[in-house]
Structure formats: C-alpha cells, structure tokens
C-alpha cells in the first residue's frame, strides 16, 4: 500500500453514545475520500494508530469516526478520552468499499454489526435517496447508534436481551428477508457474521459480484 503523508487536526467535539462509544469529530484538513473509505487515526505524538471509517457525509467541512473503547486497547481508550482542542493524527483515505455510480441507483441491503455500522452512516448521509435496508447487529439494546437517523429503513438485532428489536443475531433476521435479484449487499463488522451472512445471500440467489465486504473484526 503507497505511504500516505499524515496530517495533524485538532479534535472539534466529541459525542458520547454510550458509556463504551462515541463520535469523535475533528478538523478535515482538505482530506478526500469517497463514502466507505477508512481513515487512520491516533493521538497526536503516538505512534500507534488505528483503522477507522470515516461516519460523516463526504459533503461535510469535518470528518467523523465512531470509536467502541476497548480497555486494553492502544488507540481506542486514548481517543474516546479526547477533549475539545485535542490533537489526532490522520491518514487516508484506503479502501474499496465503496457504491458506485450504478450501484446507488439500485435496491440495497446493508447488514453491520457493532461500529460496522460506520461506513453505512456515511454512505446514507452522503447519498440520502438511497433505497436501502440496514440491519444491525449488537449485544445490546442501548448500542443502537444513532439508530433514529434513518427511520424505519434500520432493523436493530439485539443477541443477549430480549425488548423491542428483533432478538437474535443479523443472520436470523437474514433468513426472513426476501430480496429483488438486483439487490446489492454490503457487509461490515465481525468476520465471523461476513461468511454467515455470504453463505447465506448466495443460497438465496444473489450472485458474489453482487456481495461486497468488510471485515472490521
């Protein structure tokens, strides 16, 4: 992969979704991306950095991550401990998980687990006549982030509570849903939940050009 020069931003606000997640937002610098690409982020001076998709619309003056704190990590309890003026250090963008031109005109299906769900945000808020469905898959109920951004197209599937989302994992919900044979699917987040969820669109009739993944974990 080419070497990509690292910028220095200040951090802008940070937005608390839960006691373990938050979006941090800070300064763009210029940078150019295309919706589904990642970022690497750090605290600025520390060399240890981190993959992340960039949440926020391409059309916005700021960038946005959506960061899960993982107590033993070395980036990811750094940055959800960032404060308004704080400085990270970004670089980027890679990737292609991305939508084309045709691929945005036709029926889609996006299933995520956990901050899988970032490069949907971004996708959604960068092109908002999207026709799709989002399913997303957490542990619990409280990790629907954000969820009321996109109405009643976000499916919450919840593994270890029962309450008012579907309970049981993306997968189950995958085995209810029928599909138009012109459906594109993207998936994001566990490894484990990406070959399910392949196996499972293949049985029911969709193509693997029409199958397109990222594993985040």
């Not at 941090?24 to 981190?50: A, S, T």
């Not at 599909?179 to 193509?207: H, R, S, V």
């Amino acid at each position: 992969m080419p070497k990509t020069k690292r910028q220095t931003s200040k951090v802008l606000a940070v937005r608390e979704l839960t006691g373990s997640a938050s979006v941090l937002r800070f300064e763009r610098q210029d940078l150019k991306f295309e919706p589904g690409q990642y970022i690497r982020v750090g605290v600025e001076g520390d060399p240890e950095i981190r993959d992340y998709s960039v949440y926020s619309s391409v059309d916005a003056d700021h960038l946005e991550v959506l960061i899960r704190r993982v107590e033993d990590g070395l980036v990811s309890k750094q940055l959800c401990g960032l404060k308004l003026g704080d400085e990270v250090s970004i670089g980027g963008p890679y990737g292609h998980f991305k939508l084309t031109d045709e691929v945005r005109s036709k029926p889609l299906l996006f299933v995520s687990t956990g901050t899988g769900i970032s490069p949907f945000h971004c996708f959604v808020d960068s092109h908002p006549r999207l026709d799709y469905r989002l399913l997303h898959g957490t542990a619990f109920a409280a990790e629907a982030y954000e969820a009321a951004f996109y109405g009643e197209r976000y499916i919450h599937c919840v593994s270890r509570e029962e309450g008012t989302a579907f309970h049981g994992h993306v997968t189950d919900y995958l085995h209810t849903l029928d599909l138009a044979p012109k459906t594109e699917a993207f998936l994001c987040g566990n490894c484990d939940m990406i070959y399910e969820a392949f196996d499972l669109l293949q049985e029911k009739g969709l193509p693997t050009a029409q199958i397109h993944t990222e594993v985040y974990f």
